[in-house]
């Protein structure tokens, strides 16, 4: 339940990222894409992402990680070739949508966090 709960919420962050960034688009059935792009972004981040993070670990380490923001633009392109219904418009608009991606996701899903209470 929690999954698709937080697979929701990237939706949204992805509808709403899709609305205000320019060069992002959703087309069709937007709500579908939307969902439909969160659980690509998702089988994408399980199974692509760890290879990549190897494969580039010389260079994440020469930019003191700053390289993972291009995997993370990438694996966003990547949702982009494989759904036909939403486009990212260059390698810059994806690095943006991949930062905000990641705040917009953090903060709804920091939402879902039920009050902790101290000991």
């Not at 609305?19 to 981040?45: C, E, R």
């Not at 990438?74 to 759904?83: E, N, P, Q, T």
């Not at 899903?109 to 902790?116: I, M, P, R």
Request: charge should be neutral; glycine fraction near 4%.
């Amino acid at each position: 339940m929690n999954l698709i709960l937080k697979l929701l919420l990237t939706a949204l962050a992805v509808f709403i990222l899709a609305y205000f960034l320019p060069g992002v688009t959703l087309s069709g059935d937007v709500y579908v894409n939307a969902i439909i792009v969160a659980i690509v972004l998702a089988v994408l981040n399980v199974l692509v992402k760890p290879i990549l993070v190897i494969l580039t670990l010389p260079i994440t380490i020469l930019t003191l990680g700053l390289f993972l923001l291009i995997v993370n633009a990438l694996i966003i392109l990547l949702a982009d070739k494989l759904i036909d219904g939403f486009s990212v418009s260059s390698i810059w608009t994806a690095i943006l949508f991949s930062i905000l991606l990641s705040i917009l996701q953090s903060f709804l899903h920091s939402l879902l966090n039920e009050d902790k209470k101290p000991l």
